[in-house]
């Protein structure tokens, strides 16, 4: 899936300078956006200000607090649109300010997946403070006393303020808006309420309007013919006579609305003049009469459009944007990732059979794999035969670049937090006929990749992709090996990360496996952003184990920089650990014993009962 391009935050942007601007710049031109000249003096202007000021909007991810008693002047609010989806959409100006600015915002439903942030990924730099705003509701209900609106709008006030606070400390702020900050975005709701107090201003994008008449490839009104853009929440009857009165149409915010939207097209007429597209402008995009989609296939990010003018050429709707990646020189990646194809070289040869319909003359396939945590030897031959079968792989670059380098074999190399947009990667290019490897390190079933391909493999339009799993040695059973068997009896893994879920479920699910005196193994404890919760962690469970219980801390465990302690859990100190490392949390039956190897740590599969001292545990 084309979610980014090959390049690094800032000077990737500044490489593709001249070339983007072949693309992007007279397309902004057209429409209203800031010339190259005005950007120009725009950024020398804005240089001379930050001299005079702390650095807000090029500054550091850090800021003391002695720094910002410095500041002179409040940061600036940057209303970024980032185009239909395709990094290579993103303006020149936009790419500018991402790379600059001092924090980067961007909203998500609660599953915490943001689409904007994705398509910012390639641009943004290492360090830069990321302000993760999520909807408390989007189409659920709430027990919110004021509705659904009162829960939205005490959200848009808590996440305004939460900017604010940036700003007011001389911060630069960059909030990112898929397509075009104005039009249907969340971004309006900020500006609303920042820009009387903080200088605003937003740089248009791209918008999905646009980028689906693209891909439908005819004019979407010419002359003096009238579009009227219409929200498929609209009542039908309403829609309908909208849909009557107008020479073109674009119809939004499809998803769960699209059966109410094929009956207005319907009875308006208009349905055999009506096409659906898809994810426009990413390699996921779709090209379809509208009367041919099946409603439970339609997502979010589609829309309908009603053309004026009759197509005089033919509509690409027969060639859908999953076949169209012949050129042998083009790259696309997954935020911050490699190679792209061509895909004369691969396995299964991509065909049209009808309209809107791909299909393969061999089946392509998903296989999840696992590393094991760090030691060549500890994958298994299974694992290296599926690597060595595979056409393409896809994962996190740290994990890739363990995977030695074939001939003819493409990689799609990722950050970390875009689990799910590399899933659907996955599953399109094996759609297309590649043998896919989606590499996880450790196990793949345990706070890996198979939980993510799998998810996305639910989708509808993924059910002929086949997906296999191939289990791998997990960083718990390698920490464990190291000290002996702390493992040795009923144990729970959790994951300290409170990215994916809320921290309140952590802290409870730590209280209730403590609780049962069950030995743990914590991942994710900690990281460049995250610190905090190792201290809590502890806090918490010493609520129900002893000072002295011990607790193993591996960190990188079959790599070039190996260590393994055993400390108590009251001396554990949170400095020592970030997020290359595992705890493993003792019960009441763990012993750790000093011996001449070192300390063993075991954990007794017989618990003492009443009268017999050492009945065994069945």
């Known amino acids: 899936m084309r979610i980014g391009t090959e390049r690094t935050a800032r000077a990737g942007a500044q490489q593709r300078g001249t070339a983007n601007a072949e693309h992007t710049a007279p397309a902004s031109t057209r429409n209203g956006d800031t010339s190259d000249d005005t950007i120009g003096a725009e950024h020398a202007a804005r240089t001379a200000a930050q001299q005079r000021s702390t650095g807000a909007g090029v500054g550091t991810a850090a800021h003391t607090a002695a720094e910002a008693e410095t500041h002179t002047a409040p940061g600036k609010l940057w209303g970024v649109g980032l ?47 990321e302000e993760h705003l999520v909807y408390p509701v989007t189409t659920e209900t709430t027990d919110h006393p004021g509705g659904y609106q009162g829960a939205i709008d005490e959200f848009y006030e808590q996440a305004a303020e939460l900017l604010a606070g940036h700003l007011a400390a001389g911060r630069s702020v960059a909030l990112l808006a898929a397509g075009d900050p104005l039009f249907y975005s969340s971004y309006m709701h900020m500006h609303r309420r920042l820009a009387d107090r903080f200088e605003a201003e937003i740089i248009p994008g791209i918008t999905s309007v646009s980028a ?82 099946a409603d439970a296939d339609v997502p979010y990010f589609s829309i309908t459009l009603v053309p004026g003018p009759a197509p005089t050429t033919p509509l690409p709707r027969a060639k859908p944007a999953a076949a169209q990646h012949e050129s042998p020189n083009t790259h696309s990646t997954l935020s911050a990732g490699h190679a792209n194809e061509d895909f004369a070289d691969r396995p299964g040869r ?88 989606v590499v ?74 403590a609780a049962a005196d069950m030995a743990i193994a914590v991942y994710n404890p900690a990281s460049s952003q995250r610190t905090w919760q190792v201290g809590a962690m502890r806090d918490l469970l010493l609520e129900h184990r002893k000072p002295d219980t011990p607790v193993v801390l591996g960190r990188d465990v079959g790599g070039p920089t190996e260590s393994v302690r055993v400390v108590s859990l009251g001396d554990l100190d949170p400095a020592e650990v970030d997020m290359r490392t595992l705890l493993i949390i003792g019960a009441s039956t763990t012993t750790a014993q000093e011996t001449d190897q070192g300390v063993r740590v075991y954990t007794s599969r017989r618990y003492a009962r009443s009268g017999d001292a050492a009945a065994p545990d069945a």
């Not at 009165?245 to 769960?256: H, P, V």
């Not at 991509?350 to 994958?379: K, M």
């Not at 079968?389 to 937090?417: C, E, I, K, W």
Request: hydrophobic content about 45%.
């Open 83 to 129: 185009g239909p989806g395709d990094p290579e959409l993103v303006t020149v100006k936009a790419a500018r300010v991402i790379a600059e600015a001092d924090v980067i915002a961007f909203h998500s439903a609660r599953h915490r997946r943001s689409i904007s942030r994705g398509i910012a990924a390639p641009y943004m730099r290492a360090g830069q403070l």
């Open 212 to 293: 689906a008449s693209a891909a439908l490839g005819t004019p979407l009104v010419e002359g003096e013919q009238v579009l009227t853009i219409l929200p498929g929440t609209m009542p039908v009857d309403e829609l309908t006579r909208r849909l009557r009165d107008t020479e073109a149409a674009a119809i939004m915010k499809l998803g769960r609305t699209y059966p109410n939207v094929r009956q207005a097209l319907s009875d308006s007429g208009r349905l055999a003049d009506a096409y659906y597209v898809e994810r426009a402008s990413s390699t996921r995009q779709r090209v379809l009469r509208a009367a041919d989609v």
């Open 350 to 437: 991509v065909v049209v059979d009808q309209p809107g319909r791909v299909v393969v003359d061999q089946p392509g396939r998903v296989v999840v794999v696992g590393l094991g945590p760090g030691a060549a030897e500890w994958t298994t031959t299974e694992v290296h035969e599926a690597l060595a079968d595979a056409t393409d792989l896809v994962g996190y670059t740290t994990y890739l670049n363990r995977v030695p380098s074939r001939p003819g074999q493409h990689r799609h190399a990722s950050d970390n937090r875009v689990e799910s947009e590399r899933a659907a990667m996955a599953l399109d290019l094996a759609r297309r006929g590649a043998r896919v490897a």
């Open 440 to 513: 996880s390190s450790g196990d793949p079933g345990v706070f890996a990749m198979a939980a993510a391909v799998l998810e996305e493999a639910a989708d509808p339009q993924w059910r002929d992709v086949p997906v296999r799993v191939l289990p791998g040695l997990t960083a718990a059973n390698a920490v464990a090996s190291r000290v002996g068997a702390p493992l040795g009896h009923d144990y729970a893994m959790i994951s300290l990360s409170d990215r994916l879920k809320p921290w309140e479920v952590v802290a409870q699910r730590l209280s209730a496996v």
